[in-house]
């Protein structure tokens, strides 16, 4: 994307530059301008640069979205000014808060809901955002390669406190996710 | 009559009062063009200085210069100023300023109408800028998303002042968009068909219809949160049955056409000033036209593209991110016919083209990095950081400041009748341009590398220090360049040398006047022939000045305008313009005084001050009109024509329309956020269901039906008892409408005193705001009735004499139906449960 935007700047700048310098054939059809500038240049280029770009879009947005899959783990979200509050499916008794569990190497959907104002769940090197809204409840996919600590943090203007409304992902390996699982301490 | 004296004549007419008094009781559309651009301009310098606060906080890490509580108000405020207080408004005052000139005419349609805007502005304008003095600024946001602005979350002042004062702003939007499409269509030069017109005028055509389509439900979402915070009413509560995205859903539905209204106005003076710049005309201007109108109507369909990450369904988000992308086609159209242009004639670095050449590498890269977002795996990432921002400031200063920048120095001669002396424009430039670029295209890197919007310090840590640092030297940078941008438009308008008639060599009409322009603009309206008069007929401005147009001759010291016929421009009605006033000043502080007696919550004298806007109206609208019947009139070149208010159809029902526009589209975002409430939000269904019954139906709909057919039945001539006519309407069709009116009213005020727990679920809330929609419109054309009972009793009203009455029958028939609608979306609901 950042080619072609590159490539399509230095295009519209050289014909701008051009047009300063070349010499005005003052004679030239209107007609056949008309055809180049309008047709060519106004509607079949950007439209067929946009439908490439809009199908590769849909593609990897589908790729994105939870699909069922018996190894996804469920976590919820719940977001209020200013922390976060984490609970888990398989370990339906316990409340972690400012850190979320979840397993290496599985999917794992984050049920996301918030108690006061909207929020936004961001783990940039996991997932794209996905708003926490009073009433509703967001499902989000996200998946950890490895085992480590990820930074999250909310993306939506929440007030005074938003610049500190940050949290912390932990992903486990398998037996590590095990122990928790097991309620031993971490 | 030679030429000086027809001047002299003239300006006696239609000079504004002189000394202090002058900018009180103008009415003019120069003065009020001026005052509008100067205060515009003073809005731009505030939110300038907030945006260099801004970047001093930024600057570096951990500073501790500002607060969040204090940094929240200011970006707010930034962001608020430069979209409500500058651009809209910036847009306003050159489309007043210019369009009469343009258009061949004298005036717009209602040039009263133009200083009850002006006044608006300027008071709602102060009540933000006050609440920022005093440290009780807005501080959720431009966007004011509630649940964090609401009652709960933020129970100061803040928000009110926002969503009073922006209402307040507004109203001067909605007058001037009305004024326009009036002005364009009617109040043209004869001859000037609609293929004709200049180009900058279908870009105000479309901005001004786009205004009154996407200001309504912004409108209405700003009355539903005051009437949360202020009275309970749980719009916006999910544990209540609202729902905060019903806000967001309005707030776009109005905020990105809002791009739109911003970008064509600019884009209008970037295909008037290069075609003159380069010694051609337009390349492609049929096809620049379609691509305006194309552009206003998917800038509709985009509004969800700000919500991609609220989580609305896949299927949504792949249509609204098909329609994104396309509008960039529109845009590439008009942005390669410029460029075809520039190819097929021989451009002129003046100073105009130095900027266009500043947009064009700025709104390019703004419109790819806009793409880049339209693609929604992208948008999830870069959502909410400092990309965005980088984005539209792209895109707004890119696609708004340098194009409204080159407008200013290309109409300055227009406006002063002096020429540059002073070279300080390309110095200016220089800085303005690397401060633009130094500020933001380091704030797309610093995005992707993670920053967020809005926070107000972030740690050493993060490896965005030096970005940061480079970002704000830019950002100051920027502000050099444009104070002195300032100082150079300044002193060459007070201090430089006269400059010559049409020193571009420009086609069209606003240059075949004197410089700086008369009071009246043009001493007799010409006749156009063609898309350019002034390159056809050279000594045109001569020509006019002798009287060789219409309406040369000045009468009985009246400001005289002609309308024509929307399509062709035949002359069709002669127009009498009212004299300078103070009314709308008047009108504009007692309308204040309604906002503000809400703000401070001083409910009692709110209706006080209804009453007052009413009795001011009724005032306004009194002064015109005559009591004695007119002959058409010569208005040269062996034409005649009736006067306005002997026709069906006069300015003020061409007004009536426009207004309705608007006021339907307010209408059908309350439909629609009724059935988005209903279907999406949680806790529905409701405790409680209204109750049916069968009274209010029969007897609204009764009534409105009564009124509709009685109104029809006006103006029949009174009969005498020798049988003979008097030429005064009968009076009984209006006592019947106004029965029927009554009637309806009735209705409306029976459902809103047993609508179900309005305070405790969504559902009662809105069947109360249903009702009062009806009921407002009901007393509103009752209201209309009752003054028209009293024109006719006065004798303002003759068989001759009825452009009052088919204003007043448009408002019956049009508050008959909006009620009978109202009556079935509250009832009709109830038959199913």
Known sequence: MLAGSTLIVIIVAALIWRSFSSTPPTDKPLGRNIRIWIYGLGLVFPMSVLAALLIYALVVGERLLPHLDDEVVRVNAIAEQWRWQFTYTDRPEYVSEGVLHIPAGRPVDVAITTRDVIHSFWVPRLAGKLDAIPGHVNVLRIEASAPGLYHGQSAEFSGKGYTGHTFIVQAHSAADWARFLAGEPM | MNALKRHRLLTRIWASDSGWKRCFTTVSHTDLGRMFLGMAFFYFAVGGVLAMLIRAQLASPDAAFMGPDIY????????????????????????????????????????????????????????????????????????????????????????????????????????????????????????????????????????????????????????????????????????????SLLWQHLFWLFGHPEVYIIFLPAAGLISTIIPVMSRTSLLGHGWVVASVVALAFLSFGLWVHHMFATGIPHMGVAFFSAASTLVAVPTAVQVFAWIGTMWHGRPQLQMPMLYILGFFATFVIGGLTGVMLAIVPFDWQAHDTAFVTAHLHYVLFGGFVFPVLAGLYYYAPLVTGRRRFFRIGEYAFGLVFIGFHG???????????????????????????????????????????????????????????????????????????????????????????????????????????????????????????????????????????????ALPILMAAVTGSFFLSLLFKIYWFTPFAVLAVAALAWRWVWGLGSQTDEEDQEIGFGETVPHAMQTDRSQGWWGSVFLMVADATLFGSLIFGYAFLWTIAPNWPPPQWLAFSVWEPLIGVAGAAVAIIAARQTPRPMQRRSGTTTGMPHLLPTWQSLLGLSALAAAFIGLLLRTPLPTEHAYGAVLCVISAFGLFHALLAILMLVFLVFRIRRGFISSRRRSEVEIVKLWINYAALIGVVCLVLILSPVLFT
């Open chain 2, 72 to 243: 929240n108000q200011v970006f707010t405020m930034h962001g608020t100023m430069m979209m409500f207080l500058f651009a809209i408004p910036a847009f306003e005052g050159l489309a007043v300023y210019l369009l009469p000139k343009m258009l061949g005419a004298r005036d717009l349609a209602f040039p009263r109408l133009t200083a009850y805007g002006f006044w608006c502005y300027t008071f709602g304008g102060f009540m933000m800028l006050t609440s920022m003095l005093v440290g009780l600024a807005p501080d959720g946001g431009w966007f004011m998303y509630p649940p964090l602005t609401g009652p709960a979350a933020s129970p100061g002042v803040n928000t009110d002042v926002w969503l009073l004062g922006v209402t307040f702003v507004e109203i001067s939007a909605i007058c001037a968009a009305v004024e326009l499409c009036v002005s364009i269509l009617k109040f043209r030069a004869p001859g000037m068909s609609l293929d004709k017109m200049p180009i900058f005028v279908w870009y105000a055509l479309v901005t001004a219809l786009m205004i009154l389509t996407a200001f309504p439900p912004l409108i209405l979402g700003s009355i539903l949160l005051e009437l949360e915070r202020a009275i309970g009413l749980p719009f916006f509560d999910a544990a209540l049955g609202g729902d």
């Open chain 2, 439 to 581: 500020t933001f295209f380091a704030m797309h890197w610093v995005g992707l590398l993670g920053q967020r919007r809005r926070i107000y310090t972030y740690d050493a840590d993060t490896g965005w220090e030096l970005i940061n640092l480079i970002s704000s030297i830019g950002g100051f940078v920027l502000a050099i360049g444009l104070a002195m941008v300032l100082l150079d438009l300044a002193l060459n308008a007070i201090v430089a040398i006269r400059g010559k008639r049409n020193p571009w060599r420009s086609g069209t009409l606003e240059w075949s006047m004197m410089l700086p322009p008369s009071a009246y603009n043009f001493a007799s309206l010409p006749r156009v022939t063609s898309r350019e008069p002034l390159a056809d007929i050279p000594d045109l401005p001569t020509r006019l000045a002798r009287g060789e147009g219409y309406l040369a001759v000045p009468r009985d010291g009246r400001r005289e305008m002609l309308t024509v016929s929307t399509t062709h421009a035949h002359p069709e009605s002669l127009v009498v313009y009212p004299g300078n006033t």
